[in-house]
Nanobody, 124 residues
């Protein structure tokens, strides 16, 4: 069982930055691929970025490439989402997700555990 708790959301102006954190319980954090998803009002939850358990390989949705970076600290059981050059269309609830596999994939249903979400609002 893995419990995930996100933090770091808030209100920021367009062009600004935020860093989200996701703290995970359990002693085998490095066995889980991690990802961030987001869900805007009236839209489906979508993949944002993912990272392998080792942290060696990452992937990102086209909409955030070059602006968002995922990283992890397995010693601290924490994954991070650094968001730069934020746009109003990045406004959403951001969710941390864990998958009992070495691969981070884009499919929402492939993830086993989810956090409660943290709101990110970007004003224009």
């Amino acid at each position: 069982q893995v419990q995930l708790v996100e933090s770091g959301g808030g209100l920021v102006q367009a062009g600004g930055s935020l860093r989200l954190s996701c703290a995970a319980s359990g002693r085998t954090f490095s066995n889980y691929a991690m990802a961030w998803f987001r869900q805007a009002p009236g839209k489906e939850r979508e993949f944002v970025v993912g990272i392998r358990g080792s942290g060696v390989s990452t992937s990102a949705a086209d909409a955030v490439k070059g602006r968002f970076t995922i990283s992890r600290d397995n010693a601290k059981n924490t994954v991070y989402l650094q968001m730069n050059t934020l746009k109003p269309e990045d406004t959403a609830v951001y969710y941390c997700a864990a998958r009992a596999s070495i691969w981070a994939v884009t499919t929402r249903g492939a993830y086993d555990y989810w956090g409660q979400g943290t709101q990110v609002t970007v004003s224009s």
